[in-house]
């Protein structure tokens, strides 16, 4: 089993859309959680950390699940220039350095 | 502005050459990390380093060197050892602290290397 698995689509969708995008990890002693988003060819950029309460930024929500071990992210509204690849991203801490494990990415297209 | 930067961005080698990427960041980071990502993979770990004149193995170390000379700098060289070494590489740089912000990582552009 992967330790971060997510869809990989694409998810095309109408823009004004809601999608939402889950992912599952394995390891249970994980313990921060992001989303990133990575435009093609670029290099990934922080989109929101995942709080256990569960987080918001404007048309962007993300939940984490620890019992099931999963995290979510939800976008409302959708932009075309929301069309990108959204990576999860796992954290587990070591003892002495943390170790970031990446999913392989859910791609979203945005359509008119 | 601070920021994390690479160079360059596009890089031709050809097979047997050893090949030096750049890093650095004036973001004031402790912690600086190499990645490589290829098509369809997640991103995978080569190398990090927590402080100045310390770096560890990542999950593919085989093939690449690093060194942490300065705080601001941690360049990469891929040698001729690598065997797949054609791929899209990130450098990434974090703070260190109990701050669950702290485990949060910036990417700098990143530079692809083709070799042939």
């Known amino acids: 089993r992967k330790e971060v698995e997510q869809d990989p689509g694409p998810f095309n969708v109408p823009e004004g859309a809601t999608v939402a995008f889950n992912c599952t990890y394995s390891?249970?002693?994980?313990?921060?959680f992001f989303w990133y988003r990575q435009d093609c060819r670029k290099e990934p950029k922080l989109l929101m950390s995942?709080?256990?309460s569960g987080n918001e930024d404007g048309r962007f929500t993300a939940q984490l699940n620890r019992a099931s071990q999963y995290i979510s992210l939800l976008i409302r509204d959708s932009k075309l220039s929301d069309s990108a690849t959204y990576l999860c991203?796992?954290?587990?801490?070591?003892?002495?350095?943390?170790?970031?494990?990446f999913g392989t990415g859910t791609r979203l297209q945005v359509t008119l | 502005d601070g920021g994390i930067t690479q160079s360059p961005k596009y890089l031709f080698r050809k097979e047997g050459q050893n090949v030096t990427l750049s890093c650095e960041q004036n973001l004031n980071h402790d912690a600086m990390y190499w990645y490589r990502q290829d098509p369809g993979q997640g991103l995978r770990l080569i190398y990090y380093?927590?402080?100045?004149?310390?770096?560890q193995k990542g999950d593919i170390a085989e093939g690449y060197s690093v060194s942490r000379e300065k705080k601001e700098s941690f360049p990469l060289t891929v040698t001729s050892a690598q065997k797949n070494p054609t791929a899209f590489y990130l450098c990434a740089s974090r703070i260190r602290g109990d701050d669950p912000r702290a485990y949060e990582q910036y990417f700098g552009p990143g530079t692809r290397l083709t070799v042939t």
């Open positions: 991203v796992v954290t587990l801490f070591t003892g002495t350095a943390s170790k970031l494990t």
């Open positions: 380093s927590q402080i100045v004149n310390d770096f």
């Open positions: 390891n249970s002693a994980s313990q921060s």
């Open positions: 995942v709080y256990s």
